[in-house]
T-cell receptor, first 115, second 110 residues
């Protein structure tokens, strides 16, 4: 089955703790994205990556970090600097991020809660 | 002004009726438009994409685009209770730049 997987489904963070959300895809897509969704708000872009070892900040990158060491994987770390991390985190991918008419497909999401 | 605006709803329609969901956007150079369906607690799934002015039909779904009025809509014919979800309008304003509306919640009553 081709698709995007995210783990864990639920994640709990303690004060001052860094946590890492996993995103893996086997669609052979070059471009990958991380979004955050809060109740009553649209999805907001945190980071995106078009190729391995390269990534760009989105609209709300502060308090987050990413890496792209493999084409299939784009993990997101929520650092202690992110003061309001409780949200639904969505990973997406698209073919290569170079076309205007390019669909993004989403993984199942990780819900992060602060203890 | 928000880049992509949707009425949050809920939009309530009876089973079998046509549901009409609307979206306006502010960036005139936008070229690609997407409708995603999101069930409560789940991730968005693509319903339709549209790039040219006019209508695009796929089964019970029709997307309508009017670039002059900066308006895109989604019609759902023969609405079913399983269509009850939040519908997200997304507008591509540049490479890798997809801007989402806050979504319209649709309730289809049996």
């Amino acid at each position: 089955d081709g698709g995007i997987t995210q783990s864990p489904k639920y994640l709990f963070r303690k004060e001052g703790q860094n946590v890492t959300l996993s995103c893996e895809q086997n669609l052979n897509h070059d471009a990958m994205y991380w979004y955050r969704q809060d109740p009553g708000q649209g999805l907001r872009l945190i980071y995106y990556s078009q190729i391995v070892n390269d990534f760009q900040k989105g609209d709300i990158a502060e308090g987050y970090s990413v890496s792209r060491e493999k084409k299939e994987s784009f993990p997101l770390t929520v650092t202690s600097a992110q003061k309001n991390p409780t949200a639904f985190y969505l990973c997406a991918s698209s073919i290569d991020g170079t076309e205007i008419q390019e669909t993004q497909y989403f993984g199942p999401g990780t819900r992060l809660l602060v203890l | 002004q928000k880049e992509v605006e949707q009425n949050s709803g809920p939009l309530s329609v009876p089973e079998g009726a046509i549901a009409s969901l609307n979206c306006t956007y502010s960036d005139r150079v936008s070229q690609s438009f997407f409708w995603y369906r999101q069930y409560s607690g789940k991730s968005p799934e693509l319903i339709m994409s549209i790039y040219s002015n006019g209508d695009k039909e796929d089964g019970r779904f029709t997307a309508q685009l009017n670039k002059a009025s900066q308006y895109v809509s989604l019609l759902i014919r023969d609405s079913q209770p399983s269509d009850s979800a939040t519908y997200l309008c997304a507008v591509q304003t540049g490479f890798q730049k997809l801007v989402f509306g806050t979504g319209t919640r649709l309730l289809v009553s049996p």
